[in-house]
């Protein structure tokens, strides 16, 4: 079993920035895509970013592009999402997700993390 555990989230001021990190450990598997999805209240999971393994390929969502940057370390088994000039619409909770197809489909990831709280108040 993968587990993949989300940290950094919190309250911040429209404006701020936030480092979320996801940690991956237990069995794992090879050479995963690793995304960034999040989730609204009355809202459906929403694509955010993803990272090829090798860390030469990244897709964004329209809404984060320029504002927010995924990046990875393999030697640490880590996965980053940065996030700069952060807007209230960016409120949800953030869920990290691995699979092995660099997609915006949600149902193309195997694994997923419990997702971690970023508010952002205006």
């Known amino acids: 079993q993968v587990h993949l555990v989300e940290s950094g989230g919190g309250l911040v001021q429209a404006g701020g920035s936030l480092r979320l990190s996801c940690e991956a450990s237990?069995?794992?598997?090879?050479?995963?895509?690793m995304g960034w999805f999040r989730q609204a209240p009355g809202k459906d999971r929403e694509f955010v970013a993803a990272i090829s393994w090798t860390g030469g390929n990244m897709d964004y969502a329209d809404s984060v592009k320029g504002r927010f940057t995924i990046s990875r370390d393999n030697t640490k088994n880590m996965v980053y999402l940065q996030m700069n000039s952060l807007k209230p619409e960016d409120t949800a909770i953030y869920y990290c997700?691995?699979?092995?197809?660099?997609?915006?489909?949600?149902?193309?990831?195997?694994?997923w993390g419990q997702g971690t709280q970023v508010t952002v108040s205006s």
């Open positions: 237990g069995r794992t598997f090879s050479r995963p895509v």
């Open positions: 997700a691995g699979g092995f197809t660099l997609t915006t489909a949600k149902n193309r990831y195997n694994y």
